[in-house]
C-alpha cells in the first residue's frame, strides 16, 4: 500500500514537473515571438521618424523586452538593492559593466531615478538610444557565471532564444529613439502589461518552425479541415499559405534592408575615423621627423662650442714644460715689489704673463720665509760689494 502510494506521489511529481517545463517552454516561444512582431511593427512605422514616449507600439515592445529579461528571474528581494526589489537592473549592472563606454554609471548617478526598476525601464531607453541595445545584451550573455547567478533554469537568458533575441536587436540601430528619462513612466511602481491585440494579424505566421514541419502543419490542419471533427478550424488553401510565406519574406527583406543601412552608416563612420587618424599619424610622424634633424643641429651646434671653449682653455692656460732657464731665473730674482698691482692686473700684463693667476702662485708660510731671508742676504752681499768688499759664501762668519 505504502510502495503504492510512493509509486504514485513520484509520478505526479514528474507529470508536475514536466508540465512546468513544458509550461516554461511556451512561456519562452510566446515572448520570443510577440518581441519579432514588436520589432517588426517598429522597423514598418517609425524607419523614417524618431521614436519617443507616446508611441504605443515602443511602449509595447519596452514592456515585452521587460519581461524576457525578468523571465525566470531569481528572488523578488536583494539586500543590495536599494529599495529591497530585486529586478534585472541589478544583473545589467554587473554583466553590462565592461561594456566600453557604458551608461551604467550615469543611470546609476540619476537623482530622480531610485527603485531598481525604474533604473532598468531608463537603460532600456538610454541604450536605445545609443543603439547599443544588442551590444549590450551579447556582452552579458557572454558572462555566463553572473547570467546564472541571477536567472533560474529554463530563462530566456539562459537559452539559445537569447542569441535569436540579439539578433533581432540589431535591427533596432536603424531606427532614432528620443526619451526624457522623467515622469511617471519611470517612477518602477506601475508594473509592465503586454497588448497581444496589434498582434493577432500575425497567428498564420510560422516563424518558429522549420519548413518540414512548417509543411507538415499546412498538410495536417488541412486534413482535420475536411473532417467533421473539427468544423471551426478554418481552411489553409495553397494561395493563403503562399501569401504567408510572402508576407513572411517581405518582412525579413525589410529587417535586412535596415540592419544593411545602418552597417553601412557605420562603415561610412568608420573609415572616415579611420582617414583622421591617418592623417593626424601623418602630422605627428612629420612633427617627429622636425624634433629629430633640430636635435641633430643643436648637437652640432654644441659640438662645435665645446671645440671652441677648450682651444680658448688652451690658450690661457701654458704648458707644464717651461724652460728650466727661465724657471731658475725667476726663483733667484728678488721677491721685493715684484707684486702686481691693480693696474696690472687690469692691463696688458696681466693677459701676457697668466702665471701670475696661477693657483700655485700663492706660497706656504715656509717658502716665504726661505725667500725673505734669500732677499735680506743679497741686500747684505750688494752692500758688501759697494765697500769693495770681497764675497763669501752665504752664511759664512764675518772676517777677523
Known sequence: MEASFVLTTMALGLSSKKASSRNVAVERRNLITVCRFSVKTLLEKYTAEPIDDSSEEFVNFAAILEQILSHRFKGPVSWFSSDGQRGFWDYIRLACNKVPNNCVSSIENMENISTARAKG?????????????????????????????????????????????????????????????????LDGKTPVVIDYTPYLKFTQSYDYLTDEEERHSAESSTSEDNSPEHPYLPLVTDEDSWYSKWHKMEQKFRIVYAQKGYL?????????????????NRRLQLQLEEAAAQNQREKRELEGVILELQEQLTGLIPGDHAPLAQGSKELTTPLVNQWPSLGTLNGAEGVSNPKLYRRHSFMSTERLSAEASLSSDSQRLGEGKQDEEPWGPIGSSEPN
Not at 166 to 176: H, K, V, W, Y
Not at 264 to 280: C, M, N, P, T
Open 121 to 185: 525601464r531608463a537603460w532600456i531607453r538610454v541604450a536605445l538610444m545609443e543603439k547599443r541595445m544588442s551590444e549590450y545584451i551579447t556582452t552579458a550573455l557572454r558572462d555566463t557565471r553572473t547570467t546564472r547567478r541571477f536567472y533560474d533554469s529554463g530563462a530566456i537568458m539562459l537559452r539559445e532564444e537569447a542569441t535569436v533575441l540579439t539578433g533581432m536587436l540589431i535591427g533596432l540601430s536603424a531606427i532614432d529613439f528620443s526619451f526624457c528619462l522623467k515622469g511617471e513612466v
Open 264 to 280: 553601412e552608416e557605420l562603415v561610412r563612420l568608420r573609415e572616415s575615423q579611420l582617414k583622421d587618424l591617418e592623417a593626424e
